[in-house]
């Protein structure tokens, strides 16, 4: 294993001291550890919590500002923060108006927001929280912990985010986020394992000759192995996945997703990106929103995912709403 | 003879080593069909549980102790390991709240207690590949060998040999819970980081209670 | 090699594909290719464009738009592009008052230009070229091609794209980019090599325990290879190349850019920059501006680059200045 | 017997099969001590310099031929080696402008023109570790031929002998030009790939001249 760190258990640590040094809009908090916008609390304002594993920059502490998310709480790599630092930065960025727990859908996360939410609520704060499930590589949820959380997650903070920036109330937001949740699929693959700096062994072992499909975004190995082919074959396999499982249909607007797992140089991405832009083409459904890049990483992973979010005007002009954060911006 | 508050400082001793000698193992195994992180966390959270054990007053009571134990695994440990342990002991300290000392009867409340504990947050059933594989074979052993008249020391032994049987037996299940269970077949020959570890903590509490 | 992309030889065409249709507010043109503003030529504005090889992403298509660059050009991957493209590019984003080059110091980037350059002002266009050579790995610059343009020819792009934007003549535009590029300095390492796609193999090779010291942006080799060491030793011995080639000195405010080379998590790229933070903090440099990201790629490598570019008030103002582009944009 | 358009249009066929036999090689050799992309540069160029010269006229001169040669090398080859064998062709075509048929001295002629539109491009001396290396030795021997009253073809042979030479002679030295110059004592040991290209091109020359 070769990363550029110090010691594998001071990596989130150094990261977010180099976060906040790079970026003084934000305040970020040592012991626990958590980022948050240097002007929250925004009084009146619902604020958006989000947070899990480290290891997928730019989620979280990159969509952190206006617009967006009031805080991001990371974990160490790929481990669900506990509820200490989840209840410091809910009481940090409470405006009075309630605050929104973002949270992927994976055990760890869940169980550890909701006792942080627990905990909240016994100091008079109003915590809903919505559980992001985008994954179709997973199947029979109901045999299964559920389906994972993975890039569409980036959209609900966007989409949330806009909504609160603009004055809903805590039942208005949380219910925003949920229909973007429930609008969005994303499928994931990976040409490379990626390696957690403490364990300093890949995650998984791919031949020269084989593709991982249905990854998730912690190095897990996927649904399967497949012989490698070219983009647009890998692109069909996994944009068949995700429109047949909602399903988009012909007349669909929607916004399009190529997310890169970290280690996938843009041109690959935008290789996919046009495939799957054909692919929705050819089947009627119109690509009106796009975005193209590292949102969602496993570390140095080699892979992409596709997300597909079904619009309607008002998910439209919510993510057309300014945005400023580290790694999201336009409008301001 | 029943088991004082210092058995439950010495189980704490006893199974950070434990959970430090087999981090890197640990890790393999979460490796294969996790995210590789799960000795990281255990050893992360039984440092810190040591730590701050060693700063409870003399007289804490058994309970008193595995209370520290369950609110610093909660606050150290993260993922889906942290919760389930840290609710495990939170639960066994209730369940040994008045006890000065525990005897077998105690000790078995307190591991049923921990069971359901674990099985109240997470969901899981026997079968499922998880902690619990591991936890109810334990308890039900436990509760045997109480039926038996057994000692202290011997309803341990009998859990943690359980705990050991159950974690091995989760190698052929496919997972339905936790991140095991996205790998559908694909889990089937590997054996449940969370049981290896819930075994290795039975294991400790029973060598140092003899 | 396993890559997401379907002919190798159609990697940069199909990319331009994707791009154009993830990016309306870009024209892409094909055969030959290059990438302009959709509202180019703006009248009156002094034009920018730059190129090289493909491989760089997002450098330099991602840097076209309103405050920035008008055009870019590129290559294969690795390659520079004919003269054909650029005379096109020039011509096509001529607003009447001149158009600047940006090239990077590579023989075929500078050769190819120059020619570019000659046939644009045999169509009466009147066209400056400023070479960028920020990268202090090459030493004794006599005895070799000269320094290498890298990384700090995004913050070239930047600048002189603002001082074009606010109506700045072609002397002016040019003088400010050559002030720039003499300002800055760029120091580059590698934990692995990439591929490039034609040619099928990786392009060095590195053991286990070794990075590569001073490389370019172009998978070539390094200076030096040395013994893998952690992140704040690595750091330190570039940024002392850096800081002590212009050199810049106790009192300076600066600009601090790590730049990831493709491969390389954001993680990582904030543990470095919190090292190249203190070791100007310890020399009384003071970093008034930052950007920590992926900006100057090359492929998949792993590793980073850190620049260093001294401001002034006019550069510091110029660098705030709105940008609106693919990867970079603020202010609007 | 001087040679006619028609040689040059062979030569342009010859050195496309070469180039096109030997790319992996190119490519391999620019991979040690550049960027890996020569090989596949010329390739592209010199399939592109086939179908262009394949749309001339059939009257058309060589210095005609030779002209498509250096526009199409310019327009398709790109990076360093495209500007520089672009203009090498140009200034060749230049050289023999009023030429029906190329004898001996005008092939010389050619031969020097285009090694001096070389280095006033590049700017590069004999033991910089570039084509400059193959070029010069080969104008060289090409004079001395001449003034031994040698035949094209003997010319030719004799240039491309010492290009082949001159070739394997940038094996032990620093490049001070090029990508391999950033490189300093480590492109010791390996040889520049344009001037292995440039070595065929001559030996096509040469090849299609018996
Ligand atoms: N719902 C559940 N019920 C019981 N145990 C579970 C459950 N989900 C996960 N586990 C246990 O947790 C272990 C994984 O813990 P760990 O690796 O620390 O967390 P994470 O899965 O979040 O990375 C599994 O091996 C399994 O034994
Ligand atoms: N200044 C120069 N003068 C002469 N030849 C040069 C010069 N610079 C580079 N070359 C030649 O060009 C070759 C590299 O060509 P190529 O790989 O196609 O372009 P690039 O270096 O831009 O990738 C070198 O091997 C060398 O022979
Ligand atoms: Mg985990
Ligand atoms: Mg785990
Ligand atoms: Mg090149
Ligand atoms: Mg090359």
Redesign the interface.
């Known amino acids: 294993m ?6 594998p ?1 001071e ?2 640590a ?6 906040a ?2 970026h003084p809009e934000l305040t970020v908090a040592t012991d626990p550890d958590y980022i948050r916008r240097a002007d929250a609390p925004v009084k009146g304002k619902v604020a958006l919590v989000s947070g899990g ?3 997928h ?2 989620l979280h502490g ?1 969509f952190v500002g206006y617009g967006m998310l009031d805080a991001a709480v990371p ?10 630092p989840i209840v410091d930065a809910t009481k940090a960025v409470d405006g009075g108006a309630g605050v929104l727990h973002i949270v992927k859908n ?3 996360d869940v ?2 927001f ?2 942080a939410a627990d905990l909240a609520l016994a100091d008079g704060i109003e915590v809903r929280a919505v559980v992001t499930n985008d994954d179709v ?4 949820s109901l ?3 559920g389906r ?1 959380g993975v890039a569409g997650t980036v959209l609900v903070e966007k989409i949330a985010g806009a909504s609160a920036q603009r004055g809903d109330d805590l039942d208005t937001v949380a219910g925003i986020a949920e229909k973007v949740n429930a609008q969005v699929r994303t499928m994931g693959m990976a ?2 394992p990626c390696t ?1 700096p ?2 300093g ?1 890949p ?2 072992e791919l031949a ?2 084989e ?1 991982e499909l249905g990854i ?1 975004i ?4 996927g ?1 399967e192995k497949r012989a ?1 082919e ?3 074959a ?1 692109v069909d396999r996994m944009m068949t996945a995700v429109v047949e499982d909602l399903p988009f249909e012909s007349g669909d607007n929607v916004l ?1 997703l190529v997310n890169g797992m ?13 495939r799957a ?1 054909a692919f929705l083409a050819e089947r009627g459904i119109t ?1 009106t929103r ?3 890049g ?1 949102y969602t ?1 496993s ?2 992973m ?3 995912s596709v997300s597909v979010l079904r619009l309607d005007d008002e998910l439209t002009q919510l993510w057309d709403a300014p945005v ?1 954060t580290a790694a999201l ?4 | 003879m029943a088991l004082s508050s210092q058995w439950v400082r010495d189980w704490v001793a006893r199974s950070a080593q434990h959970i430090s000698d087999n981090r890197t193992e640990l890790i393999r195994l979460d490796r294969e069909i996790g995210d590789g992180d799960h000795g990281e966390n255990m050893d992360r959270g039984f440092k810190a549980v040591s730590a701050k054990v060693g700063e409870l007053p003399a007289d804490a009571s058994p309970s008193d102790v595995l209370k520290t134990v369950a609110t610093t695994l909660i606050s150290t440990v993260g993922g889906a390991s942290g919760p389930l342990y840290g609710t495990a002991f939170l639960k066994a300290s209730q369940a040994v709240k008045d006890h000065a000392e525990l005897d077998s009867a105690a000790v078995v409340d307190m591991l049923r207690a921990a069971r359901d504990g674990i099985v109240s947050r997470g969901k899981a059933e026997v079968g499922d590949k998880t902690m619990v594989d591991a936890w109810s074979p334990a308890v039900q052993a436990a509760e045997d060998a109480l039926a038996q008249e057994a000692t202290e020391q011997q309803v341990l032994a009998a859990a943690a040999d359980a705990a050991k049987a159950g974690s091995e037996k989760t190698d052929p299940l496919i997972a339905r819970k936790g991140r095991a269970s996205y790998l559908g077949e694909r889990a089937i020959g590997h054996r449940d980081p969370g049981s290896v570890s819930s075994a290795l903590l039975l294991m400790a509490a029973a060598e140092v209670s003899a």
């Open positions: 070769k990363k550029i760190i110090n010691d258990s990596v989130v150094e990261a977010l001291q180099g976060m040094l790079s594993g480290s290891g920059e730019p990159g974990g160490p790599v790929f481990t669900s923060p506990t509820p200490d994976y055990t760890g169980l550890n909701e006792t590589a997973v199947k029979d045999y299964t912990a994972r040409l490379t957690v403490h364990a062994e995650s998984f020269e000759d593709y998730g912690h190095g897990e190995p649904r490698m070219p983009a647009d890998i399009l970290g280690g996938t140089p843009l041109v690959e991405l935008y290789i996919a990106f046009r832009h690509v796009s975005l193209v590292n990483t570390l140095e080699q892979g992409f400023q911006r336009w409008g301001r």
